[in-house]
């Protein structure tokens, strides 16, 4: 199973490598008062998703740490639970 998932990675390498290299043209991105920034399209793409997966895992943090302290606390209760019910 694992050589499936190498050739996969592979393809999906070449697929997105060869992307890269037809969009490799230039392109303008305006920002507000008059600033542009001027790179390859396929660069742009990258950061852009790049941008929106650390945006959304920063969006998932808060509650991963809540949900990481509820099941401390349960765990502490049902601990403290079982050592009355053993005494």
């Not at 542009?36 to 998932?60: N, V």
């Amino acid at each position: 199973m694992r050589y499936v998932y190498t050739a996969l990675g592979l393809l999906l390498f070449i697929f997105l490598l060869g992307l890269a290299l037809k969009n490799a043209s230039p392109a303008v991105m305006h920002y507000y008062l008059g600033i542009s920034w001027r790179a390859p399209l396929s660069l742009m793409l990258l950061l852009t998703f790049f941008s929106g997966a650390i945006t959304g895992i920063i969006a998932c943090l808060t509650s991963l740490v809540r949900q990481r302290r509820q099941i401390l606390a349960l765990q502490r209760e049902l601990k403290i639970l079982s050592n009355e019910n053993h005494a």
